[in-house]
């Protein structure tokens, strides 16, 4: 059964920083494109960011540029997003998904809320 | 703002047909697939339709898919109480370099 598990997800103040982590299982990790989504409380979906299945490419939405960056490990068949100088407007439930046909398979999401 | 354009609510009786619509332009509907997103209350969204017309296996054929030009829908077919959630349609924007969403329909079953 596939299975993402996002953690990392916190209460950070303006301008700090977090890493969450996305743990796949039951495919051949490697083989997919892998994505970032997240959701803010009672608004609707915004992909945040791409990366292909060996790593070598990214792409990340405007509001995010500059400022996240994903990657992963594929040895660890982890996905990570480190986010940095986070702003209120980021808090959110961050989503990883899996790109089979687009986006095709969700986790469960980590609370990120980014508050002083 | 939502790059997609989508009613934000929709609604209807058991055993109803109901169309959702999603607007774009050329550099995403009017060039790229459109997949389709149920998300029930408190849950991840899944995956509805795929490459504008595709039902993942275990998605009822009472949900449906269509595009035309820079344009698409989502037809459900024998409403059911069940079907009540948020429903969104994405793409990938070629100008944008990035998946793009509706801003979300309601669909709420009378």
């Known amino acids: 059964e596939v299975q993402l598990v996002e953690s990392g997800g916190g209460v950070v103040q303006p301008g700090g920083s977090l890493r969450l982590s996305c743990a796949g299982s039951g495919f051949t990790f490697a083989d997919y494109g892998m994505h970032w989504l997240r959701q803010a409380p009672g608004k609707g979906l915004e992909w945040v960011s791409l990366i292909s299945g060996d790593g070598g490419t990214t792409y990340y939405a405007h509001s995010v540029r500059g400022r996240f960056t994903i990657s992963r490990d594929n040895s660890k068949n982890s996905l990570y997003l480190q986010m940095h100088s986070l702003r209120t407007e980021d808090s959110a439930l961050y989503y990883c998904?899996?790109?089979?046909?687009?986006?095709?398979?969700w986790g469960q999401g980590t609370l990120v809320t980014v508050s002083s | 703002q939502s790059v997609l354009t989508q009613p934000p609510s929709a609604s209807g009786t058991p055993g109803q047909r109901v169309t959702i619509s999603c607007s774009g332009s050329?550099?995403?509907?009017?060039?790229?697939?459109v997949n389709w997103y149920q998300q029930l209350p408190g849950t991840a969204p899944t995956l509805l339709i795929y490459?504008?017309?595709q039902r993942p296996s275990g998605v009822p054929d009472r949900f449906s898919g269509s595009k035309s030009g820079t344009s698409a829908s989502l037809a459900i077919s024998g409403l059911q109480s069940e079907d009540e959630a948020d429903y969104y349609c994405?793409?990938?924007?070629?100008?944008?370099?990035?998946?793009?969403f509706g801003g979300g329909t309601k669909l709420t079953v009378l």
């Open positions: 994405a793409a990938w924007d070629d100008s944008l370099n990035g998946v793009v």
């Open positions: 998904a899996i790109d089979i046909r687009g986006i095709e398979l």
């Open positions: 050329s550099s995403n509907i009017g060039s790229k697939t």
């Open positions: 490459s504008n017309t």
